[in-house]
């Protein structure tokens, strides 16, 4: 008789030659994930031909690296499979074996030309709990996008385990061990216009909370504006939030009869893509005089201990500086649309 137990994470998602961040992740997800995906779900070992299993119906993977698909099958061949697949008997196809986990060793184990894989037999297991599985494997894949990760955890929250019930972005939170902020943060990329999701998409390492304040503006033009000056760097994440924190409360603290004067002709000519131009002019600008303001203090820190040809050099780039600003205030003072200095 087969040997019959209840399966725990490590049958799910195998951690043998899965690499250090793996095994972290995974032995801090182990309780709460063995205690939602498996229940009471028991099990039997056996070996099974490898043509007869097909893959996961709900897996949402759909590529596999074939390099690291290749290197695989060699292991494969030289030590054999070490931690069998998780299956289930087809519901579609009976004499057929279903993927429940481990499609990456199925893949390898069919390049290596394996007869037959090790598995672990899964007793009533049913399609909602084959579609969670599924998806929390797909969790456990390396470099996997914010966007990639959005539609994973969206996808788990559709779906209603045996008892119909749905996850929460609190329990699929505590689940998987993370703040409710990034299940959170995530879920907001599902929801963001086209342009921002594009962003993200090009550049995954943008922070998401970037992602999100710039999904929440609602004029195209700003929201334009500013993933432009993103996407060429030009922007911090504190830099927006203060640019977008000015733009929806326009107050300045300090005024000079100067600035009054000159507000008030911009406050009826401006249109609002105008006004967050100038919001982010004014940021940049701050950004720029605290380098300017901590390049001073450092030249000043070192200028008693320069010998005469160093302060000379000192003295030559400053010069530089100076005459490249007042050829900026010449050009200035001599456009059409704006007033003397």
């Not at 955890?153 to 749905?166: F, I, P, S």
């Not at 940021?283 to 390049?295: C, G, I, P």
Request: net charge negative; charged share 30%; glycine share 4%.
């Amino acid at each position: 008789m087969p040997k019959k137990s209840k399966p725990g994470l490590n049958d799910l998602f195998p951690v043998a030659n899965g690499g250090a961040a793996t095994e972290r992740a995974l032995e801090t997800a182990l309780p709460r994930l063995e205690e939602t995906v498996f229940g009471d779900v028991g099990y039997s070992y056996g070996n099974i031909p490898t043509a007869a299993i097909v893959p996961n119906p709900f897996q949402p993977r759909r590529h596999f690296d074939q390099q690291k698909l290749q290197e695989l099958a060699t292991s494969l061949k030289e030590d054999g499979m070490l931690e069998p697949i998780l299956v289930r008997h087809s519901h579609r196809d009976p004499g057929r074996y279903e993927l429940a986990a481990g499609e990456r060793r199925w893949r390898a184990a069919q390049l290596a030309d394996l007869a037959e894989c090790p598995a672990k037999i899964l007793d009533q297991c049913s399609d909602a709990r084959m579609r969670r599985i599924a998806l929390l494997e797909n969790l456990q894949r390396e470099g996997l996008t914010p966007l990639e990760l959005a539609e994973t955890y969206h996808a788990l929250m559709e779906e209603r385990d045996e008892q119909g019930q749905k996850f929460t972005i609190r329990s699929l939170a505590a689940m998987l061990h993370k703040d409710r902020s990034h299940v959170d943060d995530h879920l907001a990329l599902l929801r963001v216009p086209d342009d921002v999701r594009k962003l993200i998409e090009e550049d995954p390492a943008i922070p998401l909370r970037v992602i999100r304040e710039l999904g929440s503006i609602s004029e195209e033009n700003d929201r334009a504006f500013l993933i432009a000056e993103v996407r060429a760097r030009n922007l911090k994440t504190a830099d927006l939030l203060a640019i977008l924190q000015q733009h929806r409360n326009p107050k300045r603290s300090k005024k000079t009869p100067e600035s009054e004067e000159s507000e008030e002709s911009v406050a009826s000519s401006v249109q609002p893509s105008s006004a967050l131009a100038l919001a982010v002019l004014e940021r940049k600008l701050h950004r720029y005089h605290t380098d300017v303001a901590k390049t001073v203090k450092r030249l000043s820190h070192d200028w008693p201990t320069m010998n005469n040809e160093q302060r000379k050099l000192v003295r030559q780039y400053t010069m530089t500086w100076i005459t490249e600003l007042q050829q900026l205030l010449e050009e200035e003072t001599h456009h059409p649309d704006t007033k003397p200095v």
